[in-house]
T-cell receptor
Framework: DAGVIQSPRHEVTEMGQEVTLRCKPISGHDYLFWYRQTMMRGLELLIYFNNNVPIDDSGMPEDRFSAKMPNASFSTLKIQPSEPRDSAVYFC?????????FGQGTRLTVV | KQEVTQIPAALSVPEGENLVLNCSFTDSAIYNLQWFRQDPGKGLTSLLL?????REQTSGRLNASLDKSSGRSTLYIAASQPGDSATYLCAVRIGAGGTSYGKLTFGQGTILTVHP
């Protein structure tokens, strides 16, 4: 298995633009997580899905953030409009109830 | 709300030393605890996972212990090597009554540097 695949690996965008981050989880995993990592706040859980259904989105910072999981093999995290303070590394992870495997992350820079 | 704290924030040691990284959590109702390693610019690699009913787990030169009642875990690295240099993250998975809720809460990490 190729592991959790995230794209793009790096994204530089201008303030106000829409950004879409993509994630392909490991086949057979029924949980999918989106995390954000910054120097100041460390790793924060944004949202997680179980069997494609959002379970807890309390970590989503604002309405500008949205996440979808249309099927078991794909998820997106969208920021619209983007702001400089959204600059961070965004990680997707998948797993079963008891363990999680992380992707390589998407480094987002909003200028 | 579960909070996870890691001490020290950074550690620099000479090659060959045995070292201990500490993790504490505020809510003892955890399902399991996982230690990760993160290299610069990379994702997280799982090192060890300890179930709430276990006291320790070992993998090679790594040993992780768990004291759920006191809300503590330690990661012991024996005979450290320069290749061990990375950030080590502790994360707890909440749960109650044998049910895991899936999500992990992370500590801020310990940045380890092992110099030759």
């Amino acid at each position: 298995d190729a592991g959790v695949i995230q794209s793009p690996r790096h994204e530089v965008t201008e303030m106000g633009q829409e950004v879409t981050l993509r994630c392909k989880p490991i086949s057979g995993h029924d949980y999918l997580f989106w995390y954000r990592q910054t120097m100041m706040r460390g790793l924060e859980l944004l949202i997680y899905f179980n069997n494609n259904v959002p379970i807890d989105d309390s970590g989503m910072p604002e309405d500008r953030f949205s996440a979808k999981m249309p099927n078991a093999s794909f998820s997106t995290l969208k920021i619209q409009p983007s702001e400089p303070r959204d600059s961070a590394v965004y990680f997707c992870a998948s797993g079963r109830r008891t363990e999680a495997f992380f992707g390589q992350g998407t480094r987002l820079t909003v200028v | 709300k579960q909070e996870v704290t890691q001490i020290p924030a950074a550690l620099s040691v000479p090659e060959g030393e045995n070292l201990v990284l500490n993790c504490s959590f505020t809510d003892s109702a955890i399902y399991n605890l996982q230690w990760f390693r993160q290299d610069p610019g990379k994702g997280l690699t799982s090192l060890l996972l300890i179930q709430s009913s276990q006291r320790e787990q070992t993998s090679g030169r790594l040993n992780a212990s768990l004291d759920k009642s006191s809300g503590r875990s330690t990661l012991y690295i024996a005979a450290s090597q320069p290749g061990d240099s990375a950030t080590y993250l502790c994360a707890v998975r909440i749960g109650a009554g044998g049910t895991s809720y899936g999500k992990l809460t992370f500590g801020q990490g310990t940045i380890l540097t092992v110099h030759p």
